[in-house]
């Protein structure tokens, strides 16, 4: 089994930050890419931000100098810093992986989503 699980989700005022926090476990050999995404009500689900295995990262527009993405490969976790957070901003954040799994016992390259966490944002 493998699991992406998701923490640090909540509700701020406009201006405030967030750090989420998500942790892959199980039969996992290796991870590629990591990354966030969000979707807010009635929309369809975004990038934020996602970081290669040896740092690189990527930015929506939307997040450019506000959140930081980050990653420890030893701990299979992907952080978002979320900073001067704004109304827009409220959505369910998305941890999602490239990873090669094994959910059913079997290895193979795959896309890998967390539950979701609710991140809002009041004014």
């Known amino acids: 089994q493998v699991q992406l699980v998701e923490s640090g989700g909540g509700l701020v005022q406009a201006g405030g930050f967030l750090r989420l926090s998500c942790a892959a476990s199980?039969?996992?050999?290796?991870?590629?890419?990591m990354g966030w995404y969000r979707q807010a009500p009635g929309a369809q689900r975004e990038l934020v931000a996602t970081?290669?295995?040896?740092?690189?990262?990527n930015y929506a527009d939307s997040a450019k100098g506000r959140f930081t993405i980050s990653r420890d490969n030893a701990k299979n976790t992907v952080y978002l810093q979320m900073n001067s957070l704004k109304p827009e901003d409220t959505a369910v954040y998305y941890c999602y992986c490239n990873a090669l799994a094994a959910p059913s016992g079997t290895y193979y390259t795959q896309n890998l989503w967390g539950q979701g966490t609710q991140v809002t944002v009041s004014s």
């Open positions: 199980g039969s996992i050999a290796s991870i590629n890419v």
């Open positions: 970081i290669s295995t040896d740092g690189n990262a």
